[in-house]
């Protein structure tokens, strides 16, 4: 399996972006979807993402009204909506699948190669 993101570039401060994270190769349904992003020397922090039942959202401190994720099951695409861009969301944009159920069987986690974000001042 593997995941895809895509729409990662230059934007000025205040624009707005839209990453596509493209998923195939495992059942999409069975896997949490999230949003991280690692900066020149921080750690990989999450953006957003999926987690308990249903649609239940979670996101960072920083990035709550602004950020928004959103999927298509039927496409097996998740989304990130940016707006209000600042320069210190400059950063790469890495798509994640974590399975909701372990298992001894089958890969548990899935990265994206990351897509680079970069937001002018």
């Known amino acids: 399996g593997q995941l895809v993101e895509t729409g990662g570039g230059l934007v000025q401060y205040g624009g707005s972006l839209r990453l596509s994270c493209a998923a195939s190769?495992?059942?999409?349904?069975?896997?949490?979807l999230s949003w991280y992003r690692q900066g020149p020397g921080n750690e990989r922090e999450l953006v957003a993402g999926?987690?308990?039942?249903?649609?239940?959202?979670r996101y960072a401190d920083s990035t709550k009204g602004r950020f928004t994720i959103s999927r298509d099951d039927a496409k097996n695409m998740v989304y990130l909506q940016m707006n209000s861009l600042k320069p210190e969301d400059t950063s790469v944009y890495y798509c994640?699948?974590?399975?909701?159920?372990?298992?001894?069987?089958?890969?548990?986690?899935?990265w994206g190669q990351g897509t680079q974000v970069t937001v002018s001042a």
């Open positions: 994640k699948a974590e399975k909701k159920v372990w298992s001894i069987r089958l890969q548990n986690v899935y």
């Open positions: 190769g495992f059942t999409f349904s069975d896997y949490y």
């Open positions: 999926y987690t308990g039942t249903g649609d239940m959202t």
